[in-house]
């Protein structure tokens, strides 16, 4: 089964750090751009940064460029997210989604159930 | 920057045909998906490369896209299909997504 299971979510403080990972299954993880999307409370779906197959190319939502870094090791078939500097604004469920291709400009095909990231004092 | 505008809410009856449209200038320059979220579910692809349904998603879902507008339309609306949607683009290296519509079928 394919499968994206994200993982490291939690209470953190503004100006905090935390690292996110995104466990992948069921597929060549190798060939695949991985990316991140969030969601804050109530809100819509916010892409953040894509990172193509061979962690050649990353590219960030200004939101996030300077603060948030996205890697990969495809040795692990994990995706990660180290986020600095976080703000309350950053609070929000964070998704890992599978690209279609191994290009950055994919489509979004598969989803990972989400983990919560919630900034606060 | 590049923005996708779509309306906040859209309402349909059982049965009857729903049209979720996204705005964008020269949106039709770009492919555009869209994904439907449920409450407390995780985004799913209904719709990649303007009009193409992945493996899984009923026929009754179709997209277009030209000029400044795509739409995903819904023939023969069913009580499952009450959801959020969103359309995305990319923008050069940037993905854009829509700000998401409610589709209420009652």
């Known amino acids: 089964e394919v499968q994206l299971l994200e993982s490291g979510g939690d209470l953190v403080q503004p100006g905090g750090s935390l690292s996110l990972s995104c466990a992948a299954s069921?597929?060549?993880?190798?060939?695949?751009?991985m990316s991140w999307v969030r969601q804050a409370p109530g809100k819509g779906l916010e892409w953040l940064s894509v990172v193509s197959n061979s962690n050649g190319s990353t590219y960030y939502a200004d939101s996030v460029k300077g603060r948030f870094t996205i890697s990969r090791d495809n040795s692990k078939n994990t995706l990660y997210l180290q986020m600095n500097s976080l703000r309350a604004e950053d609070t929000a469920i964070y998704y890992c989604?599978?690209?279609?291709?191994?290009?950055?400009?994919?489509?979004?095909?598969?989803w990972g159930q989400g983990t919560m990231v919630t900034v606060s004092s | 920057s590049f923005e996708l505008t779509q309306p906040p809410s859209v309402s349909v009856s059982p049965g009857q045909t729903a049209s979720i449209t996204c705005s964008g200038n020269?949106?039709?320059?770009?492919?555009v998906s869209w994904y439907q979220q449920k409450p407390g579910q995780s985004p799913v692809l209904v719709m990649y490369?303007?009009?193409k349904r992945p493996s899984g998603i009923p026929g009754r879902f179709a997209g277009s896209n030209f000029g400044n507008t795509a739409a995903l339309t819904i023939t023969g609306t069913q009580t499952m299909d009450e959801a959020q949607y969103y359309c995305q683009a990319w923008d050069s290296n940037t993905a854009v997504f829509g700000g998401g519509t409610k589709l209420t079928v009652l």
């Open positions: 069921g597929f060549t993880f190798t060939i695949y751009a």
């Open positions: 490369q303007d009009n």
């Open positions: 989604a599978r690209g279609s291709s191994a290009i950055p400009q994919g489509v979004f095909d598969i």
């Open positions: 020269k949106l039709g320059d770009k492919y």
